[in-house]
């Protein structure tokens, strides 16, 4: 049954949580209140999502479930790196099935995305196309003719604006047959025919030190990770990881893992009870043994002192 949902959310956990299709890490990198918005469209076989923040942050994301996904953005806005690409204003991501991601702004950003399970995709572009649309083994970047993508971005925005103001109309099964079967013919005019620049040999190297990275955080979500031992894990240099995070995540890898630290001193701050939960306690866990220096940086980041976060009501 065809459905759409608009959401609205301050908390950068719950907002990704509620993205469809795969798993989701926001990580804000500046201070200031979150805001993010979410247009969520499923149709009979394509499912399609706005998403739009007004911070800085980092999105990791992993898995999409059998369905081949293409991004792009919905509003011109500051720089966009996907993978360590940089995502231009008329470029649409294709991505790799299975395989993680980061994509970090420079800015506010509005993107939007569309998805169809892998099958469908295959079959639809050898029939429209003449062109296999197989995801990637990588993820590519694609740049349509500005025509293809500008008729794309407009029906992505009038779903979107349905959504909105009328969602009876994509609840009903036959109007969302039509926009569905429009929304696929502007995908494909932009996908088939197109050359895709395929990332470098570096690139694909950055993106496995970039995976390797990933696994040892997960590996160790409430310990204290040292730049010499995430190393030694990865099997690289310094410089190296350096560069990798410069170029993915837009900081520094010591940068990242102190923003990550406090995003989840901020979690188990917000979920601890008043009663039998510390301020000490939760920045040791998290490896912050200044405590002046903790609270200062978690101000600084989320605009409240740690303690304001956990006597907040539920």
């Not at 969520?40 to 911070?55: A, E, F, G, P």
Request: with cysteine; proline share 6%; hydrophobic share 35%.
């Amino acid at each position: 049954m065809p459905l759409s949902v608009v959401r609205t959310f301050c908390d950068p956990d719950e907002f990704s949580a509620s993205v469809r299709g795969a798993t989701l890490e926001t990580t804000i990198t500046e201070r200031g209140n979150f805001d993010a918005k979410q247009v969520r469209i499923d149709l009979h076989r394509l499912w399609m999502q706005r998403l739009s923040t007004d911070l800085r942050r980092i999105y990791h994301g992993d898995g999409w479930g059998g369905r081949a996904v293409i991004t792009f953005h919905t509003q011109t806005g500051p720089s966009v790196l996907h993978s360590g690409v940089e995502l231009h204003a008329n470029a649409i991501a294709r991505f790799s099935m299975g395989q993680s991601y980061y994509n970090h702004s420079a800015g506010p950003t509005s993107q939007g995305s569309m998805s169809l399970p892998v099958a469908d995709m295959v079959s639809i572009g050898a029939v429209m196309a003449g062109s296999d649309l197989t995801p990637p083994r990588d993820t590519l970047i694609f740049t349509p003719r500005p025509d293809t993508v500008a008729r794309l971005q407009r029906l992505h925005a009038a779903a979107a604006h349905l959504a909105e103001a009328a969602p009876e109309i994509i609840a009903n099964p036959d109007a969302a047959y039509g926009l569905e079967q429009a929304l696929i013919e502007a995908m494909v005019a932009c996908l088939g025919n197109n050359e895709a620049r395929e990332d470098s040999v570096a690139q694909r190297q950055h993106e496995l030190i970039m995976r390797r990275f990933r696994r040892v955080v997960e590996e160790n979500p409430g310990t204290p990770l040292y730049i010499p031992e995430l190393c030694k894990a990865i099997g690289v240099s310094e410089r190296t990881l350096r560069i990798c995070c410069q170029e993915q995540l837009g900081v520094g890898p010591k940068r990242y893992l102190l923003f990550r630290r406090l995003h989840l001193a901020r979690r188990a701050l917000r979920k601890g009870l008043p009663d039998t939960t510390t301020v000490t306690e939760t920045a040791t866990r998290y490896g912050f043994w200044h405590f002046g220096r903790f609270a200062g940086e978690y101000q600084s980041l989320f605009g409240e002192p740690p303690s304001s976060t956990l006597h907040r009501p539920p």
